[in-house]
């Protein structure tokens, strides 16, 4: 949406990968050869004193070429790639007033989305339990306008909502509390992700695996989650709730005492236990409204998978796809960190209900203060910067369902293509405590 841990097991929003394409050679080649290229081409243009010195922004931005200063085609055609612009310079090409939220117009889609939400579980759900053949209909139809009142706790998180921080929270639970989010915890990790992205170890929320790091994540972890396209359902919830260094998550965002506020202000503890109750009294509502757990699965459980679907599958486009780069501690930077999100248009009217979430992400993660509705006008500014050097990535992607499970499938969670799923005698051990011994003949 959205680390060395497995939003693998989960998610957000999201999940690791980086193939480049041999510039040379023309064959696939995992990133770390290419990112150690690219990082040497900037180090070795800004060691002739080819860098402009820029004004800085924090976090500041490098303006070293990555290869060349010829431009690639729009079509991606092109190998050339100008200079990496200072965040500055992206910052200035911005129309001012993208950086200002509007309360009433914030309201104003808060309000849309709520009252669909509202209708969808209490005048649709009593009919999908009277008539069970619209469940298919109701399922997806609510869990998209779950990830509509989602899109706009995120604003509330990013505090792009409103300029008032009391309000921003108020929505921001009122929106994320039917979701199951725990706000204040999530709005840390997901400004953590924001903060480091493509970062191949400060990253939250989309972590970027060796073969080593993956195979060490708990088996169960890895077969629910990581390794089979079912992970698309089941990886969010997972990594919002599991605690254990083993699953490869941040820490739980339930739990006051999790890892996740180590490093943290003091006050996030006390924020993770409001956030956590508020989500604990919506679920114990929707136990109480429903006459059984067959009830509760229809009008509940189903859509809750779908909006799951819906943050693993946006968040994961957004930053995979057969041509992402990491970058390790020494080479990243943020602005290209930055340039390897991607702005995917999924048409069918879906951008737009979604709060352009999906076809203007790039301005978003390089700016995450202006509030949704100003998103268009900012990225139109910030594709004028980086379309022109080869920079910009843009992509249709209609066939979106196909293209999650697709490179979930392809790409996965493992910087390595190959990467060791869980095997039978791996859970097995797990869930028995078999020896090796047995499970080594297990394997066999």
């Not at 997901?190 to 088996?219: C, G, I, L, V």
């Not at 930053?319 to 990491?326: A, F, S």
């Not at 290209?336 to 879906?350: C, P, S, V």
Request: hydrophobic share 40%; net charge neutral.
């Amino acid at each position: 949406n959205v680390t060395g841990r497995a939003h693998a097991m989960f998610a957000t929003a999201s999940f690791p990968r980086a193939f480049a394409a041999a510039r040379s050679s023309g064959r696939a080649r995992g990133s770390v050869a290419v990112r150690h290229e690219r990082a040497s081409a900037v180090v070795a243009v800004a060691s002739s004193g080819r860098t402009s010195s820029r004004k800085s922004v924090r976090p500041s931005a490098i303006s070293a070429p990555l290869a060349d200063a010829s431009v690639a085609s729009r079509a991606g055609g092109g190998e050339g790639k100008g200079p990496v612009p200072a965040l500055r310079e992206l910052r200035d090409a911005i129309p001012k007033e993208c950086f200002e939220p509007d309360t009433r117009e914030s309201l104003k889609y808060a309000a849309i989305d709520l009252g669909l939400l509202a209708a969808c579980f209490g005048v649709v759900s009593p009919a999908v339990v009277a008539h069970p053949w619209l469940l298919p209909l109701y399922a997806p139809l609510t869990g998209t306008v779950m990830w509509m009142n989602f899109v706009i706790g995120h604003d509330c998180g990013h505090g792009s909502f409103s300029k008032h921080k009391a309000l921003n929270a108020v929505v921001g639970h009122v929106t994320h509390a039917p979701l199951l989010v725990p706000f204040w915890p999530w709005a840390y990790s997901h400004k953590q992700h924001h903060r480091f992205h493509n970062h191949e170890t400060k990253d939250m929320s989309h972590p970027w695996m060796t073969p080593e790091r993956y195979k060490a994540t708990n088996p169960i972890v890895r077969f629910l989650a990581l390794d089979h396209w079912w992970g698309a359902f089941l990886g969010f919830p997972g990594y919002l709730l599991l605690e254990q260094k083993s699953a490869s998550t941040d820490g739980s965002h339930f739990y006051p005492g999790s890892r996740l506020f180590d490093r943290a202000p003091k006050d996030e503890r006390l924020k993770c236990a409001v956030s956590t109750v508020s989500c604990v009294s919506f679920l114990a509502a929707t136990f109480a409204v429903t006459d059984s757990f067959t009830n509760w699965s229809m009008q509940y459980l189903a859509p809750y998978l779908c909006f799951s679907w819906w943050l693993f599958a946006v968040t994961y486009l957004q930053h995979h796809d057969e041509d992402t780069e990491t970058y390790a501690e020494g080479e990243w930077e943020y602005v290209l960190g930055g340039l390897q999100t991607i702005d995917r248009e999924f048409g069918l009217g879906i951008d737009r209900a979604t709060h352009h979430i999906t076809d203007c992400h790039v301005a978003h993660h390089m700016f995450s203060d202006m509030p949704h509705y100003r998103l268009e006008t900012a990225t139109e500014a910030v594709r004028g910067v980086l379309e022109p050097r080869g920079l910009y990535k843009r992509r249709d992607t209609r066939d979106f369902v196909a293209k999650t499970f697709a490179l979930h499938e392809s790409v996965g969670h493992c910087v390595e293509r190959d990467r060791p799923r869980a095997t039978r005698g791996e859970i097995e051990a797990c869930l028995f405590g078999e020896t090796n011994s047995r499970v080594e003949k297990a394997e066999k």
